[in-house]
C-alpha cells in the first residue's frame, strides 16, 4: 500500500487530500517500472458492491474502491504505507476479476 498522487480530478473520480491530493491505494499490478494498476482506498463505511473492506489502514477501517481503479505512472508513488494482510489482498484481486 501506498500514498499516491492522485491528483484533482473530474466529475465522480476522487480526489486526493491536502497539498499533494494523495490518496492510499493498494498496487494490484506493476507493469514495469514506470506504470502500475492501483486501486485507491477510502474510509467510507457505506456499503457499495465495489467497496471491498481491507481491514485497518493507518488506524482507520479502509475499503478498495473499486470504482476508481486506475494505472498510474510509478512517479505517482510517494510513500509506502504497508502490505495488505495476504487474505484480504486475495479477496480484492479475486473482486476485481468478478469485474474483468
Known amino acids: 500500500m501506498w500514498w499516491c498522487r492522485l491528483g484533482v480530478n473530474v466529475g465522480t473520480e476522487q480526489d486526493g487530500k491536502g497539498e499533494w491530493y494523495v490518496r492510499p491505494c493498494v498496487i494490484l499490478r506493476g507493469f514495469g517500472p514506470d506504470a502500475c494498476l492501483v486501486v485507491p482506498l477510502t474510509t467510507s463505511s457505506r456499503e457499495h458492491a465495489l467497496r471491498v473492506p481491507i481491514g485497518l489502514v493507518e488506524g482507520y477501517?479502509?475499503?478498495?474502491?473499486?470504482?476508481?481503479?486506475?494505472?498510474?505512472?510509478?512517479?505517482?508513488?510517494?510513500?509506502?504505507?504497508?502490505?495488505?494482510?495476504?487474505?484480504?489482498?486475495?479477496?480484492?484481486?479475486?473482486?476485481?476479476h468478478t469485474l474483468l
Open 61 to 96: 477501517e479502509a475499503r478498495a474502491n473499486l470504482s476508481q481503479i486506475r494505472v498510474v505512472d510509478t512517479r505517482r508513488l510517494v510513500e509506502k504505507i504497508g502490505f495488505l494482510e495476504k487474505d484480504a489482498f486475495a479477496k480484492l484481486r479475486k473482486a476485481t
